[in-house]
């Protein structure tokens, strides 16, 4: 059965950085659009980032942009995303995600995008 599963969240200082790992077992991710989201409490779930199969291109929406980054390493089947300056505004619980069909084009933020979905992993940004 295919999973995906998302680490590396914590609880880190304001300005600080974190990596999530995203991977995947049972399918190769290089054929997927893969996006991050996330959801803080209350609140609906907002579209982070993408990344898009055939290229790699990346997006972000506008409250990351400049801050996170998005990244692939095929031979371990992982999808990153690096969050530096880091404030209390990102604290959520972040999710990995894939498109359900082997994708074309650019990838799209939209949560609806995306069909199989990780358990999430709680970023927490406090002093």
């Known amino acids: 059965q295919v999973q995906l599963v998302e680490s590396g969240g914590g609880l880190v200082q304001p300005g600080g950085s974190l990596r999530l790992s995203c991977t995947a077992s049972?399918?190769?991710?290089?054929?997927?659009?893969i996006g991050w989201f996330r959801q803080a409490p209350g609140k609906g779930r907002e579209g982070v980032s993408c990344t898009s199969s055939n290229d790699h291109s990346a997006f972000y929406g506008d409250s990351v942009k400049g801050r996170f980054t998005v990244s692939r390493d095929s031979a371990k089947n992982t999808v990153y995303l690096q969050m530096n300056s880091l404030t209390p505004e990102d604290t959520a619980v972040y999710y990995c995600?894939?498109?359900?069909?082997?994708?074309?084009?650019?990838?799209?933020?939209?949560?609806?995008?995306?069909?199989?979905w990780g358990q999430g992993t709680q970023v927490t940004v406090s002093s």
């Open positions: 995600a894939r498109r359900g069909v082997i994708s074309s084009g650019t990838c799209r933020l939209g949560p609806s995008e995306y069909q199989q």
């Open positions: 049972g399918i190769s991710l290089d054929y997927y659009h």
